[in-house]
């Protein structure tokens, strides 16, 4: 999708810019914007925790998690069937997760 078609959709691009990134035209404010945001921190860190991007990572990272475990499509055939499918395997990745994790025991 590019910039134009997301200008005339009214949706914001949540892209981070490359290191190193340059400015583009006036009519790129909010891009223009995240690469000032970059060459004040020298990295994207201000930018991330502005626009949320942090959450959006870790939303893509679960994605990614999932796909891995329990493979990259839904067997089912009906949405109803989906929604279920996929909550099982969410729930099945909490219990390995929370099966994972170790005890620990404050001494002091």
Not at 13 to 21: H, K, Q, R
Not at 67 to 87: N, P, T
Request: aromatic share 8%; net charge positive; hydrophobic share 40%.
């Amino acid at each position: 999708m590019c910039d134009d078609e997301l200008r005339r959709k009214r949706l914001r691009a949540l892209i981070p810019p490359s290191s190193g990134a340059r400015y583009w035209l006036a009519d790129y404010a909010e891009r223009n914007q995240a690469v000032a945001n970059q060459h004040v921190t020298r990295d994207n860190t201000r930018w991330k925790s502005i626009t949320g991007y942090h959450r959006r990572s870790i939303a893509a990272t679960a994605r990614y998690r999932v796909k891995q475990l329990f493979g990259g499509h839904l067997s089912l055939r009906y949405y109803d069937g989906q929604v279920a499918e996929a909550l099982a395997m969410i729930c099945a990745l909490n219990k390995m997760r929370i099966a994972g994790m170790p005890e620990s025991i404050r001494l002091a």
